[in-house]
Every structure is written in C-alpha cells, then in structure tokens.
C-alpha cells in the first residue's frame, strides 16, 4: 500500500474513533450525572441539553410548586407520584432558591427556571430514582404514567427539596429571595408540607447521620445524637408552623400514614389543591407504588423515657405534628 495513502488512512481512523469515543464518554456521562443534584454536575462537566420546550408551554402553567417539612419524611415519593401526572413537572432534589442566587440576573426568569426543572424531571426518569431501567435502592418509577414527560400541557411546575427548602427560609433574606421568584414567575404558589410520624423522622435523620442503615438489623444506642436529631426537627417545626403565615402561597399537609392507608383520598386531596384532574388510571397505578405500610425506624434507634416524653410534649405545640405517639 502507499505510505502516503496508508498514513492518510491512519489519520481518519484515529480521527474517527475520538469523536466516537468522545460522543460515548458524553453520553455516559450524561446517564451518570442524572439524578439527584445532576444540574449542578452537569454544569461543573460543561455539558449542554439542548432539548427544551417551547415557550407557549411554559406561558400556559398555571402554579409553581415547592415543598417545606424535613429530611426522610417522604418528599420524594409525593414529587415522584406528581411528577407521573401528565399535566405536572416536578424536579427532584432541586433548590429553587439556592440555584437563583447563584444564577446572573440574565437567567432569574421563569423560561430559564422551567428548563432547568424539565431538564432534572427528564433526567430523574432516565437515569434517576424515577427510572424504571436503572437500578437503586429506592426506585419511584411510576409505570405507564408520565414522569419526564407530560400530555399536550403543563399546568403545574415545581421542585422537591422539602426540609433544605426550611431550613434555608430560617434566613429572612431568603425568604425575600421566595418573594422575588414569586413576583418574576407571576404565577400562584402552592406549597407540600409532607409529614411522617417524628419518631420515625428522627430516628432516620439520626441513621443517616451515623451512616447506618435501617434494615441492618442493630439497635443504636447513641443519646447525644439522637438529642441533637430532636433539636433540629423541633427547629424544623416551628419553622414549618411560622411558614403557614408567611408564605406567598397556599400550604397542603400531606401525612405519610393517611397515604399508607388512603392512597385514592389523599392523591385526590392534593390534585384538588393543585387543580389538577385526578385520573382513574394515574390514582392506580400510583396506589401500586405506595409500600404497604410505614418504616418504624423508631426502633432501632435507643430512647430514653425522658427523650420520648420531650418528643411528645413539643409535638403537642404544633397543630400538624399533634396526635403523634410512639406507640401509633
């Protein structure tokens, strides 16, 4: 063969094979960085999507959605199940508020916000704890709905980020930051206030704080953090409590166990507070991703009679956190 001809030959096989390789590793990546704070990630890897929705669409959403409550209470299964609706996008461990801050004036509107959620929301069901193909130890894939996508129009927008969402509005300039996108979006707020039983929420927050995991079968038995736990949920209610009257927007409580024990009545409940239509098929096959009954990580953790009696007596100063037992 000619050297000049077998060297030209070289060239474009190694030039070819880099724009494969360099096309693999980018989509690679992209399936990698799906998920939970896959935004932020794909930004740090200067990764651009260029898939996004007309802007008609966007003009016609009818309410902005977010959640307030506390870590390991259950956001993530109700913003899973909202986002399988046809007509709702609802990004997953997304903060609206943080990532405005960061973003240049140019880019705190309401076409650029919705893009982001869309692109979260379509990723969470590739890649994320919504995917149906991908592996995790959680998975909130909703077969035959509509996560990632949507049916014709969206009415609702939103993101999930429940106890990070209050802690962040403790700050007053924070709170002024929830007014400004209030104002930019030009849309009505609804808020999701998710509440599981404390005992449970507490113990887990304490789990996951020592990295243990609930099904491990040991008992903890460690009383100066799990009464830090409880400080920090207790702050976390008061907050929720004082977030009712504030808040530029409507508040919906959601309780894990009413869920657990009336799928139909609660999906209802929170469609009717959204505006959205409740369909037959989406209230089923929404019901079969609900577990059957709660997680009691109330006990594997170790409680003294005075730590459960604290619990108790604080719960008693909020109308959404009274009644709880830990004996329910």
Partial sequence: MNRRLWCVITVLSVVALVFVMSTNYKDLLVRKLGGRKGLRRIR????????????????????????????????TLVSSLLDAHPNALVANEFDVIGEWQKWTKTNRNKY??????????????DTGYRSATVPHR??????????????????????????????????????????????????????????RNPYDNIATMMLRDLKKRPDAGEKINDTDNLDKQIAKYMALAEKNNQLKKVLPGEVHE????????????????????????????????CSKRIYPEASKTRHNVIWTDQQKEMVRKE?????????YDFDD
């Fill in 315 to 323: 719960l008693q100063r909020f109308q959404s956190t009274r009644g």
């Fill in 44 to 75: 740090q890897y200067g990764i651009r999507n260029e898939d996004k929705l007309n802007r008609e669409l966007y003009d016609g959403v009818e309410s902005f959605l977010m959640f307030i409550g506390y870590p390991r209470s259950g956001h």
């Fill in 254 to 285: 959601i309780h894990s166990s009413e869920l657990i024990k009336e799928p139909k009545k609660i999906l209802l409940g929170i469609c009717h507070f959204l505006h959205l239509t409740c369909y037959q098929k989406y209230i089923e096959d």
């Fill in 112 to 125: 650029y916000l919705f893009d982001q959620l869309y692109l979260n929301s379509k990723m969470e069901a």
């Fill in 138 to 195: 959680f998975n909130y894939s909703v077969p035959g709905q509509w996560q990632g996508t949507f049916n014709q129009k969206i009415l609702v927008m939103g993101a999930k980020k429940g106890g990070h969402t209050t802690r962040r509005l403790m700050k007053r300039e924070n709170l002024k930051v929830l007014k400004e996108i209030h104002q930019v979006l030009k849309l009505p707020m609804k808020f999701l206030h998710v509440i």
